[in-house]
């Protein structure tokens, strides 16, 4: 009579609580098989909804305060790295032709976010010839590097790919009778060299073939 005194209690407590119907207690023993006590009423589940709904303020403080961290930290990107970027991708185009007379080679001074400034501003100025490689400095080995435009921002096919594809050093040395060649790409959308001048006869190169 004592077990059962206690099983009911117990669903009377959650009763009160949740504010349901009493769940009907198992039959003797079952308390056993979980680990209970056999007198001791179910462990009641926590009130995740009370809970929640009493910070509910603060999570959508914590929300705001998020969404405009995120925003600033666009607005600092922007500042900071896309609209320079922009600038710099600018006078780079507009120089090329004293990089190379056909005007397809063109250099970055500076490394930076190139690819979709470039596509933009040779829209905007009606570029033509397009560009056809760029070239610029690998902060890391101090190596250059000679990367094939693509035939759009989004896509991985070049508008003119590097030839001479998954030859490396010597061996591409001896091809292209340019000294200092470090690799090109198996899909041949970027090439490397030791030098400056090495890096830009490949590009040269690679618009005659």
Known sequence: MEFWSARKLGAVQRRLVLGGPPSVPPPPGATRALGGPPSAPLPL????GLEGAGNSADSAGRAAVFAGSEFMESVRFHVKSWLPARSIVL???????????????????RFCPWKLHLFELEEELKIDPLTKYVLYQDVRSQSWRVQAVGVAPDRFESRKALPWRGMRDDELSAETGIPGCVFVHMSGFIGGNKTYEGALEMARAALKC
């Open 91 to 109: 006078e780079c185009l507009l120089s090329r032709g004293e990089v190379d007379p056909s005007g397809e080679i063109m250099v970055l001074d």
């Open 45 to 48: 589940p926590p009130l995740v």
